[in-house]
C-alpha cells in the first residue's frame, strides 16, 4: 500500500523559516513526478513546487526564490524548505506523488503551516 505522510508544519513569525517532509512508503520516486501544494482556508488547492526529472521544477510565482523542493531517494523522502515565510503562507501542504507511466496519484493527508504576522 503506497503512503505519504507530511510532518514538519507549525506556528512561525513572518520571516521565519519551515522545512517539510514528506516520506513515501510502498513505492519509490522512479518515473514519478513529486509536488507540494497548499491550500487556505476558503481557497483552491494550488501548485507549490513542481519537480519532474526530465522537465525540471516549476515554482508558483508567489513562492520563487523562497521555497525549494528537494527529493532524498536513499530515504523515500520529499523536503520542502520554505524561507521568508509571509502570513499568506498559511495553509494546509500536501505532497503529491504522480506515476509518468500510469494515472496513478498520491496525496498525503497534509500538514498545518502558520504564519503569525
Known amino acids: 500500500q503506497v503512503q505519504l505522510v507530511e510532518s514538519g508544519g507549525g506556528l512561525v513569525q513572518a520571516g521565519g523559516s519551515l522545512r517539510l517532509s514528506c516520506l513515501l512508503s510502498g513505492s519509490t520516486f522512479t518515473n514519478k513526478n513529486i509536488g507540494w501544494h497548499r491550500q487556505a482556508p476558503g481557497k483552491q488547492r494550488e501548485l507549490v513546487a513542481l519537480?519532474?526529472?526530465?522537465?525540471?521544477?516549476v515554482y508558483a510565482d508567489s513562492v520563487k526564490g523562497r521555497f525549494t523542493i528537494s527529493k532524498d531517494n536513499s530515504k523515500n523522502t520529499i523536503y520542502l524548505q520554505m524561507n521568508s515565510l509571509k502570513p499568506e503562507d498559511t495553509a494546509v501542504y500536501y505532497c503529491n506523488v504522480r506515476s509518468l507511466i500510469s494515472p496513478l496519484s498520491y496525496w498525503g493527508q497534509g500538514t498545518q503551516v502558520t504564519v503569525s504576522s
Open positions: 519537480k519532474n526529472g526530465s522537465t525540471g521544477t
